[in-house]
């Protein structure tokens, strides 16, 4: 597609289970970025990767928090034992490269555990 | 650390001129970016800056002062569509991610 993607558009699931959230950058972007967005507020940086690496995982909040990219492409991130606390709007943004400084976002994985 | 701040709303009438101010702090500067956010919906790219001074695009001009650590988003001929979330980006320095404010509701009135 034209741009980036992200599924499932919503998740509900329930307190201590696993998710996984999926983002489909766009073509040929080589930088992939995940962003976590609460209801009022700005995105906050999760982390960053270039390539298959994540070259900057400090946004993660804790070690429930995992992501992989391992094409290059496509990316997931995980969340485990879930907290009421992580219910928010995961985004995802690309950018042809490091150096290409615009950031494109996905519609966003809307999260919510009951 | 990093601290960016917006307005948190603004109210302007159709067909009229808005300037969205904000002012940042942070470790190092490598660029200043809006995005306009409509409910429910991805940011989307509106502009950066990474000089000091104004950048023109259409009805949206952005304008940055580094010295200041200020920057404004100036949207001219309003139109009802405008009626969004607009937030304030920093990359700081040695950092990758954006370091967002939480965004300026701008209600447009006819």
């Known amino acids: 597609g034209a741009g980036v993607s992200q599924t499932p558009s919503n998740k509900v699931t329930e307190k201590g289970k696993y998710v996984e959230l999926r983002c489909d950058p766009i073509?040929?972007?080589?930088?992939l970025y995940w962003y976590r967005q609460s209801l009022g507020q700005g995105p906050e940086f999760l982390i960053y990767f270039q390539g298959t690496g994540a070259a900057d995982d400090s946004g993660l909040p804790n070690d429930r928090f995992f992501a992989v990219r391992p094409e290059g492409s496509v990316s997931t991130l995980k969340i485990q034992r879930t907290e009421r606390g992580d219910s928010a709007v995961y985004l995802c943004?690309?950018?042809?490269?490091?150096?290409?400084?615009?950031?494109?976002f996905g519609p966003g994985t809307r999260l919510l555990v009951l | 650390g990093q601290n960016i701040d917006q307005p948190t709303e603004m109210t302007a009438t159709e067909g009229a001129i808005v300037q969205i101010n904000c002012t940042y702090q942070t470790s190092g500067f490598n660029g200043l970016f809006w995005y306009q956010q409509h409910a429910g919906e991805a940011p989307t790219f509106l502009s950066y800056?990474?000089?000091?001074g104004l950048e023109e695009k259409g009805r949206f001009s952005s304008f940055l002062s580094r010295s200041k650590g200020y920057s404004y988003l100036l949207l001219k001929e309003l139109q009802m569509k405008d009626s969004a979330s607009y937030l304030c980006a920093v990359k700081g320095g040695g950092a990758d991610g954006l370091t967002f404010g939480k965004g300026t509701h701008l209600i447009i009135q006819p």
């Open positions: 073509s040929g972007h080589t930088a």
């Open positions: 800056n990474v000089l000091d």
């Open positions: 943004a690309s950018s042809k490269s490091r150096g290409q400084e615009t950031q494109y």
